[in-house]
C-alpha cells in the first residue's frame, strides 16, 4: 500500500492530480488509515498510468473514463477500437489545421524580408487584413488598418 505522495510519484502525476482523478470518478474510493490518509494499491498505480498514458494520447476524461470502462469488463474490442479511431480522426483535423497554419506563416516569413519600414510587411498585413497562404485577401474582411478602424467605430453602437 502506498500513501498518496508515493503513489503519485510511482504513476507519474502530482498528487493534485490524483485527487482530481479521485473526485471525477476515475478512480475507485482509496482506503484509508486510521489518521484519513489516503492508501492506494498495486492495481490504483496501474490505473492510474493507464489515464497518464491515455492523456498522452490525447483522450478526454469521459473518453478515458469509457476506455477505463471497457477495460473493466463492460465492453469489447469493437468499443474500444470505435473510441481510439474517433480520437484518430481528431488528431487528423488537428493536423491538417497545424499544416494549414505551417503554411500560411511559412509563406509570410519568407516574403518579409525583415528591412525597412513596417509598413507592408507580409506578417503585420497578414493580421490586418487576414490574408490567406497564398497571400490573398480573403473576402469581407478591411484592406488596411484604416479601414480596420473606420470598420470598428461603424460597428460599435
Not at 27 to 46: M, W
Not at 84 to 101: F, S
Request: aromatic share 4%; proline share 4%.
Amino acid at each position: 500500500m502506498y500513501t498518496i505522495g508515493k503513489a503519485a510519484t510511482l504513476a507519474g502525476l502530482s498528487i493534485d492530480t490524483l485527487r482530481f482523478y479521485e473526485r471525477e470518478g476515475l478512480l475507485p474510493k482509496s482506503r484509508r488509515t486510521a489518521s484519513r490518509y489516503r492508501l492506494y494499491d498495486e492495481p490504483v498505480i496501474a490505473r492510474l498510468k493507464f489515464i497518464r498514458r491515455a492523456k498522452l494520447l490525447g483522450f478526454s476524461l469521459l473518453e478515458i473514463q469509457e476506455l477505463l470502462l471497457l477495460n473493466d469488463g463492460r465492453g469489447n474490442r469493437k468499443s474500444v477500437r470505435s473510441i481510439g479511431e474517433k480520437r484518430l480522426v481528431e488528431i487528423e483535423q488537428k493536423i491538417a489545421e497545424l499544416t494549414r497554419i505551417h503554411q500560411t506563416l511559412s509563406h509570410l516569413v519568407a516574403h518579409c524580408d525583415g528591412a525597412g519600414p513596417l509598413a507592408g510587411c507580409p506578417i503585420i498585413e497578414a493580421m490586418l487584413d487576414n490574408l490567406d497562404n497564398t497571400g490573398h485577401r480573403t473576402p469581407n474582411v478591411p484592406a488596411t488598418a484604416a479601414s480596420l478602424k473606420t470598420t470598428r467605430r461603424k460597428s460599435q453602437p
